[in-house]
């Protein structure tokens, strides 16, 4: 069930801020994040609120994913990252999303696209090789 919800924006370093009404101090949650083009992903435990805030860092472990559900990015310092190309939000990477990615490199599309896993604003075979790379790894979303 969820039971509250914020949007936002992080920064290139990964930080953000996001403002919950209903969070309750001393309760467990689980965060559940959500992006365009990204897997559905989840904390690997439930979190509690402290004097009405919370910290948490995907980056630093994979085990920061519940199920592990990320992929390494970075080996120095050592990041992970949420698996791109989940472009239909269906909860698992496959031929459908390829399928989009695709037919948008092979159109040239350009901006702020769905399609554009890698956040350059162009759709290009950067993207089609990220979304293929995913589809071989046959990832999905991993729930508690």
Known sequence: EILDFATGVVDSSGQGTFQFSNAVNGVDYYIQTEHRNSLETWSNSPQQFTSSAMSYNFTTAL????????????????RFAFYSGDVNQDGIIDAGDLSHVENDALNSLSGYEQTDVTGDDFVDAGDVSIVENNVALGVSVITP
Request: net charge negative; hydrophobic share 40%.
């Open 63 to 78: 085990a920061q994913a519940y199920g592990e559900n990320m992929i390494q990015t970075d080996a120095s310092p050592v």
